[in-house]
């Protein structure tokens, strides 16, 4: 079949139509692969975001546990003495009180200068230690083990036993230390701890 040119006259329209709806669609496909392309982007900026968000949440979840975990710390530390200026006297009067309680023939003691045991790793709190040379006249062994377990209970300071030494004493006559059969000596340390911003 051969084409006249009263054919082309009444395909041309038709052509034209066809080759100008190829370019309208080819134009709608540029354009939705250009929206398409914009809401990628707009989706992945909303995911990073979220990710920060999150991430932050987490964050902020973490230093509340340890806010809190701190703060029971503190409030533990506070019942129990520990924190502020060591507090000799009310340590020697305990000492003395359970020595009295406990019947125990004799007893000396002498602390040390108190010294800082900061070592850089915590900003926030400051310990320091007083050590303390104790020397007890006993009945038997059990003395020192209830002396010992009713000052780390008592004392308002951390009591860290170091070492002791029981040794039988010599036979004595007079007053109720005659009656000590063993005599004890204890190295230990008093530690009590302040907030950083309070360091001497």
């Not at 006249?4 to 309208?24: E, I, N, Y």
Request: some cysteine; aromatic content about 4%.
């Amino acid at each position: 079949m051969t084409l006249t040119s009263r054919d082309l006259q009444k395909l041309g329209l038709p052509l034209f139509a066809a080759l100008a709806m190829t370019v309208v669609a080819g134009l709608l496909v540029w354009g939705s692969q250009i929206e398409a392309g914009k809401a990628e982007h707009e989706r992945n900026v909303a995911t990073t975001a979220k990710n920060q968000i999150e991430q932050r949440l987490r964050q902020v979840r973490t230093e509340e546990q340890e806010i809190r975990e701190r703060t029971q710390l503190l409030k533990q530390l506070q019942n129990s003495g520990i924190t502020g200026e060591e507090k000799r006297l009310d340590w020697m009067e305990m000492l003395r009180d359970t020595q009295r309680e406990l019947r125990l023939p004799g007893m000396n003691y002498e602390f040390g200068a108190q010294t800082s045991l900061d070592n850089g790793n915590d900003a926030t709190y400051a310990w320091f230690t007083s050590p303390m040379r104790l020397q007890l006249r006993l009945l038997h062994e059990e003395d020192l083990l209830n002396f010992l377990a009713r000052v780390q209970k008592n004392a308002k300071a951390l009591v860290i036993v170091r070492s002791c030494k029981l040794a039988p004493l010599p036979r004595q006559v007079d007053g109720r230390e005659g009656l000590a059969q063993l005599g004890a000596e204890c190295e230990m340390q008093w530690l009590t701890v302040r907030p950083a911003n309070q360091k001497k």
